[in-house]
């Protein structure tokens, strides 16, 4: 493999690769800090660039650290554990605002004071990669397994529970195990993909033999769901409003940072009516609907759809109505209705052409975007814009700390 000494690392990019130049291409080194001279070796060469990661740090970084987790450089999870926590916000602002400048062209002289928790011991939510029995997380760059005993990142109940996952596993043909936990009720949700499909009696006989009794229910999947055992479901709590979430519907991760970004994202003001796409469970509706005269809320999961219903009843919020529609299709269904909100949250591919110019063409006075991926983010903004908003704040919440993840709320009004 290809070393290259003396590297100076200019700076961070989204992704967590360390930005040098070498050869007369740009360089980009996993595991190295800004500021750092180090070596590195080179995994892959393309024309204009090359892939590499730091072998050794000659001058390292005063905000270098070493890594907290044993896993850490070789566990694909993580990539800014080497990195003390105040610094990765810190790089994690200036990725965004880079990114919007790059992408979106739009230029921010700073970005509102970034919303974050304890760095470990915040995910409820897991996916388990499951191979000849080990269970843990896909290797960086690749499809083998770190067979792991715990994860920082998780909510140590969850770190509790991984030896019953092992012994589960071992008597199973499964490929992956998705868990979901409720600090509220201490109790976990069990999502079992499986390449061979046990009879319903011997997962019976696992879930009482094997797993604690907080394993309130197990699903079993292949392509689908083929069938479940005990409930599909449990409770969480946000601010004042008490949630149903299913194995099937999308749950925010970082449990420790949910009142503050139900508070943050939802915009101050009146509203007469509102629309939100890509709603999920409600975790947003439900607090937005306070602000609006009447909520119309879309997703297009069919089982998150079903949990808002119950969560607008169960906390007595009757000005929102919610429906299993895609965005596209909610945006064409409201296309020529007066709109004063749209309140969006798309997953990582952000908004489609068409969604973008729908939203700009009906002109609601108000837009809230809450985006786990900055450069779709960048893209979709620069659509507002044209289409005549103004950025008022763009503010990070870092709910994935030790990840190069970004997530940002953004907020919008039509000048
Ligand atoms: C990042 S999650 C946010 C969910 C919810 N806002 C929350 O905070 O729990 C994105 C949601 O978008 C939904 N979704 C993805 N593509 C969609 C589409 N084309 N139309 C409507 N909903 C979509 C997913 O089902 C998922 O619930």
Known sequence: ?????????????????????????????????????????????????????????????SVRRNAPCPYYGRCGGCQLQHMQYQNQIRVKEEMLLETLERIGKIKLNGVEPTLHSEEFGYRVRVQFKVQENKLGFFERRSHNIVEIDHCLLLHPSLNHLIPSLKEMVKKLKTDEVHVVYSPHEDEFLVKLIVEDLPQKEKIKRLMETILPKNVVGVGVYKGGKVYSLG??????????????????????????????????????????????????????????????????????????????????????????????????????????????????????????????????????????????EPTTLARDLKVFIKGGYKLLSLRMIDNFPNTYHIEAIAHLRLE
């Open 231 to 372: 409930r599909d479901f449990t409770f969480v709590k946000v601010g004042k409003y008490r949630y149903r979430v299913s194995i099937d519907s999308f749950l925010q991760a970082n449990y420790l940072l949910w009142d503050k970004f139900v508070q943050h994202a939802i915009p101050e003001g009146r509203f007469e009516r509102g629309l939100e796409l890509h709603c999920g469970i409600g975790f947003f509706s439900l607090p937005l609907a306070q602000r609006c005269h009447f909520l119309m809320a879309y997703d297009k999961n069919r089982s998150a759809i079903r949990d808002a219903e119950y969560n607008a009843k169960m906390n007595a919020v009757s000005n929102v109505s919610f429906d299993h529609t895609s965005s596209l299709e909610a945006l064409k269904r409201h296309a020529s209705e007066v709109i004063d909100l749209v309140f969006l949250d798309p997953p990582r591919s952000g908004l489609s052409e068409g969604e973008a110019s729908l939203i700009v063409k009906n002109r609601p006075r108000e837009l809230v975007y809450v985006s786990c």
């Open 1 to 61: 493999m290809k070393v290259l000494k003396n590297l100076y690392i200019k700076k961070l990019l989204y992704g967590g690769y360390g930005l040098a130049q070498a050869e007369g291409k740009s360089l980009m080194v996993e595991y190295s800090l800004p500021g750092e001279m180090v070596e590195a070796e080179v995994y892959k060469e393309k024309k204009d660039y090359a892939l590499a990661r730091a072998s050794r740090i000659i001058l390292p970084s």
